[in-house]
């Protein structure tokens, strides 16, 4: 397998898959540069190898071409991040997208169009809900011969391939596992891909002891394959948000208006906990209102109260973690070696619910300063570490999402599966 750092760049066109996805206000400026600030590193290795660089990535969840979600919009940031001009193709493959790749000079800079205008790109047919399966069957034949045409249009811009989107390589899509094939012997990880996977790889198969896992969110049901995998491999967990209130139901709490999902489930983990010796430690206490329809609505500005969390009125709903919950799990968290992070342990964008994880954040970042390697990741926990600017005082933060938890479940991601092959 190629490695980026030791592949002659010189005088090639590297064709790479940047997951450049970030958020746009009103006025489609960029709200957060994080995932184009990330790539820094591998777009400097392929500069200072000789190269020029064919940028793709997908922006929202386009049903076709729209203005909205076109890339020029993050050009500017982009050109102050890199430091120099951006070349801009307004079709990913059109005769323009060929022209402009093949007058690319050394340190060059081509930004392709949205890849997902194509339905090529992710491989779905766009029919209206009302197709039978017979016309979804023959849309789905045709885009797959199509979205072969459009693999090989995007490989001919270029002599090389680098997957830099760990965000979006779960999914096996024309541009993040199809197209490797088109370059078997010049295919390899960008910077962003090799350090999710060692940072995942580190926790999963090398913890130093205690390892703590702290998981947080609304839904047991999403995290539950991950909480079994984790089961087989920490030493404790502590479990927070929405989730936890499943888990007190099932001790026999009364969690008044509190989400809740399948408590049979949630009886099985802690009994699985128990039988392989995990300590499981939930919150203790709990920040509730009864107004929290307006909390939903953004509003923080509510009564709220601490309640025992097993004994929450019928009329409350818990939204953080209370102040007993925090310092039974400071202790758990600053005594352990390794730390990984995925969830909020309350409703962190609303100020008056934030406390909970500003405080988990806090005690990560004390652990990590006293020797612990902490990993903090998925899209929730990555926003509230950024929110309370603590991003540099643990030892990595995923960019991966769904990526991450797919990785960290043992699914082989298509994304990278492509390049190691």
């Known amino acids: 397998m190629q490695s980026i750092d030791n592949y002659d760049f010189h005088r090639k066109r ?16 960029v709200t957060d540069d994080t995932r184009i600030r990330v790539a820094i590193p591998t777009i400097n290795k392929i500069f200072a190898g000789g190269g020029a660089i064919i940028a793709m990535t997908h922006l929202g969840r386009p049903k076709g071409v729209a203005e909205k979600y076109s890339l020029k919009h993050i050009i500017p940031v982009l050109e102050k991040l890199i ?20 007058n690319l000079k050394p340190g060059d800079f081509l930004l392709l169009e949205n890849l997902r205008f194509y339905a090529e790109e992710e491989g779905k047919p766009r029919l209206a809900d009302t197709a039978t399966q017979e016309e979804k069957d ?17 490989a001919s811009l270029a002599d090389c391939y680098v997957n830099d989107a760990f965000g979006t390589a779960h999914r096996a899509h024309a541009s993040t596992a199809l197209i490797a094939a088109n ?11 090799e350090n999710e996977l060692k940072a995942i790889d580190k926790v999963l198969d090398a913890p130093e002891r205690p390892f703590t896992a702290i998981l947080g969110g609304s839904k047991v049901s999403s995290k539950i394959t991950i909480i079994k995998r984790l089961l087989d491999k920490v030493d404790n967990l502590i479990l927070g948000g929405g989730m ?38 939930l919150p203790v206490d709990v920040v509730t209102t009864i107004q929290f329809e307006e909390v ?17 009125s019928d009329d ?22 390794t730390i990984l992070w995925n969830g909020p342990v309350g409703v962190f964008e609303v100020d008056t619910f934030a ?63 492509a390049i190691k092959e």
């Not at 939903?296 to 109260?305: A, M, P, R, S």
Request: proline share 2%.
């Open 183 to 193: 370059f078997p012997n010049d295919k390899m990880f960008g910077y962003i891909m």
């Open 296 to 312: 939903f609505k953004g509003n923080g500005n509510v009564e709220t109260k601490i309640s025992d969390i097993h004994n929450i």
């Open 316 to 337: 409350a709903q818990g939204l953080d973690a209370g102040p007993a919950s925090i310092e039974r799990w400071r202790k758990i968290i600053l005594e352990s070696k």
């Open 244 to 281: 936890s209130f499943t888990f007190i139901k099932a001790l026999g709490g009364n969690i008044g208006l509190s989400i809740c999902e399948d408590v049979e489930l949630a009886k099985n983990i802690l009994e699985e906990a128990e039988a392989k010796n995990v300590k499981v430690y």
């Open 14 to 29: 590297a064709i790479v898959r940047f997951d450049f996805n970030v958020p746009l206000n009103e006025k489609f400026e």
């Open 355 to 417: 406390n909970g994880t500003l405080n988990i954040a806090k005690i990560v970042a004390d652990a990590t300063s006293s020797g612990a390697y902490s990993l903090v990741g998925g899209g929730d926990s990555v926003a509230a570490i950024n929110k309370f600017n603590l991003a540099d005082k643990v030892s990595y933060v995923s960019t991966g999402g769904g990526a991450l938890l797919e990785y960290m479940e043992k699914v082989e991601l298509p994304g990278v599966k």
């Open 83 to 102: 430091g120099k001009k951006v070349i801009f193709a307004p079709d990913c493959i059109g005769d323009e997208a060929v022209e402009l790749s093949k």
């Open 138 to 154: 023959a849309a789905k034949k045709e885009l797959k011969v199509k979205q072969k045409d459009f693999v090989n249009k995007l």
